[in-house]
């Protein structure tokens, strides 16, 4: 693949067993994955590199998910796509790093291929039809949600590097996937609502300058409303910008 561009990925997570399940599971991506264990390991590595994505566990002692997203906008750190990772009893934290600036959620354990599809859809890059056969989760232990003070964190795009694929232009109309959308939404930082078509109604997510603000579908709302449209087939996306 030497022809083919390499992506930079942070995985941030405490547990080492985690870490190498990222590196396994995305071997056969263009992608060089740099790791951090703890908040504040990938907060230095955030300040000295510009990375494509970053994989972000929110639950890690001391300096937490939200935490280093807290951090990185007081001292004007400029982040990446985050897609954060944490267990779907974490619901309201989920919610809290998508209100934040993230740029979507893996809830926790999800199996080698749940991520190589979530990091092609965020990277833009075609999923590879065989790979590793492994249909084992990732084990992660649930600790208590840690306390997070209030407040929003503005999302800033990072600045193309060699590395970097500069993202297509991004206007209203149909987008392929709810991921990518979602994803688009954040990096350039639009206001408007993305709308999900599927038999059962019509899913909306609202955003405000990159930040999601909520999420209706079939009388469920937050988390529990995108979780639905996540999984749910027969679907079309339909973004709808503000200027």
Do not use: W
């Amino acid at each position: 693949m030497s022809d083919t561009q390499t992506y930079h990925l942070l995985a941030v997570d405490y547990e080492i067993a985690n870490i190498n399940f990222y590196k396994v599971a995305l071997s056969r991506l263009p992608i060089t994955v740099h790791t951090a264990t703890s908040g504040g390991e990938a907060f230095d590595l955030l300040k000295e590199k510009q990375y494509d994505l970053v994989l972000l566990d929110l639950l890690m002692p001391g300096v937490t998910g939200i935490g280093l997203l807290q951090k990185a906008e007081r001292e004007g750190v400029a982040l990446p796509i985050v897609l954060v990772c944490s267990s779907v009893s974490d619901k309201a934290i989920i919610s809290q790093a998508l209100s934040l600036g993230a740029g979507g959620y893996l809830t926790k354990p999800f199996t080698y291929q749940q991520l190589l599809q979530a990091v092609c859809d965020y990277l833009n890059l075609p999923l590879p039809q065989s790979g590793v056969a492994v249909s084992s989760p990732i084990q992660v232990p649930v600790q208590p949600a840690p306390k997070v003070e209030g407040g929003f964190v503005g999302h800033s795009a990072s600045t193309p590097t060699s590395s970097y694929k500069e993202p297509q232009p991004f206007a209203s109309g149909k987008i392929e996937s709810l991921t990518r959308a979602m994803s688009a939404m954040v990096f350039h930082k639009k206001t408007g609502k993305i709308d999900v078509q599927t038999a059962a109604g019509i899913g909306t997510l609202e955003y405000e300058k990159g930040r999601l603000k909520s999420v209706s579908y079939n009388g469920k709302t937050s988390i529990d409303a995108l979780e639905a449209l996540r999984f749910t087939t027969h679907r079309t996306v339909v973004v709808e910008l503000k200027e």
